[in-house]
């Protein structure tokens, strides 16, 4: 998109049922019909029809079409229209600025220079970016209800999306997705020792952030009790 449709999208979801029914298909880790959307947000069918194709016209989402009941051949009805998170990445800056590029020529420039020390060092530093994210916010929230759901809280604050499932934290987002699909191994790596020290800034020690790629997930997973098996490099399907 270009910056005058970047901004006619996201100019979108002033509308407060639109802004609704767009955060409540981009959370659903599966595509969604009208009928379910309208009634996690209280509204008519075709209110949110009307709501929904417009996000899809924008950009926001995407459509897909599916039987819901599983049934293939002659009398299994219309596949249903169902809803997604469109895979357009829209940033609006004014005056522009190009932080992805700044990004880029500073992840080539360490693959290039591939060394342990430098290695050692962007895991040192990650980490310590981490562990100050998760001591402020820690200071602000004294109070959590949980490790997992203190964790998941505070990586919420960096637009992680969180989601908190067989008392696992799993990401449906990752701030640095158009980044790592070109330096994959690298931005992965620094993403999981950010992660880690948020971890151990909030003070839950008994949780790792571990690279566990998942298709629809950031490739960090974080988990309560003995840390997971690592992998030897992030298999990102998100970033292929």
Do not use: W
């Not at 029914?21 to 947000?41: I, N, S």
């Not at 009941?69 to 940033?91: F, N």
């Amino acid at each position: 998109m270009d910056e005058f449709d970047s901004i006619h999208a996201v100019g979108a979801l002033a509308d407060p049922v639109r802004r609704n029914l767009y955060e409540y298909v981009v959370a659903q880790h599966e595509a969604v019909g009208r009928k379910q959307a309208a009634e996690a947000v209280g509204t008519p069918q075709h209110t949110a029809k009307f709501h929904l194709d417009r996000l899809v016209e924008e950009g926001l989402l995407a459509v897909e079409y599916r039987r819901l009941s599983g049934k293939t051949g002659p009398g299994a009805g219309r596949p249903s229209k169902l809803y997604r998170r469109s895979g357009a990445q829209i940033e609006v800056s004014l005056p522009g600025r190009q932080y992805d590029l700044m990004g880029g020529i500073l992840a080539a420039a360490v693959e290039r220079n591939d060394s342990p020390a430098m290695q050692d060092a962007l895991k040192s530093v990650a980490h310590a970016a981490g562990l100050s994210a998760g001591e402020e916010h820690r200071a602000a929230f004294p109070a959590p209800e949980s490790a997992l759901f203190e964790i998941a809280d505070a990586l919420a604050d960096h637009e992680f999306e969180p989601v908190i499932a067989d008392d696992v934290v799993r990401l449906r987002n990752c701030p640095f997705d158009h980044l790592a699909k070109d330096h994959t191994q690298l931005v992965c790596g620094v993403n999981q020792n950010y992660i880690q020290g948020v971890v151990d800034g909030l003070g839950c020690r008994c949780a790792h952030a571990s690279l566990e790629p998942e298709a629809g997930y950031c490739c960090v997973t974080i988990r309560e009790g003995a840390v997971a098996e690592p992998a030897t490099a992030c298999g990102c399907q998100r970033h292929d």
